[in-house]
Nanobody
Framework: QVQLVASGGGLVQAGDSLRLSCAASGLTFSNYAVGWFRRAPGKEREFVASMWWNGGNPDYTDSVKGRFTISRDNAKNTVYLQMNSLKSEDTAVYFC??????????????WGQGTQVTVSS
């Protein structure tokens, strides 16, 4: 079955960096768009970043632009989220997702289990 396994979270201080990874199996990874989402305590899940199957069209929520970078390695079936200059408001559980791109946008079919990122100020 399809599995997305996210890793790389942890406890860091404000201004530090982390790189999240999400390893996919059970699907033809290179056919799918990938994305990262997060859910902060007491808040709903929100979009963080996404990119096309071929690495094109990287997109970010405004609050992380210039600090976070999404990338992928289709040979390794892995998507990454490089997070720099972390802020306390980045504290959340981060989820990776994969899905096809259709005429109305992304269809996030598959989700990882989440990895906790905690940023202390």
């Amino acid at each position: 079955q399809v599995q997305l396994v996210a890793s790389g979270g942890g406890l860091v201080q404000a201004g530090d960096s982390l790189r999240l990874s999400c390893a996919a199996s059970g699907l033809t990874f290179s056919n799918y768009a990938v994305g990262w989402f997060r859910r902060a305590p007491g808040k709903e899940r929100e979009f963080v970043a996404s990119m096309w199957w071929n690495g094109g069209n990287p997109d970010y929520t405004d609050s992380v632009k210039g600090r976070f970078t999404i990338s992928r390695d289709n040979a390794k079936n892995t998507v990454y989220l490089q997070m720099n200059s972390l802020k306390s408001e980045d504290t959340a559980v981060y989820f990776c997702a994969a899905g096809p791109t259709g005429p109305t946008g992304y269809n996030w079919l598959h989700w990882g289990q989440g990895t906790q990122v905690t940023v202390s100020s």
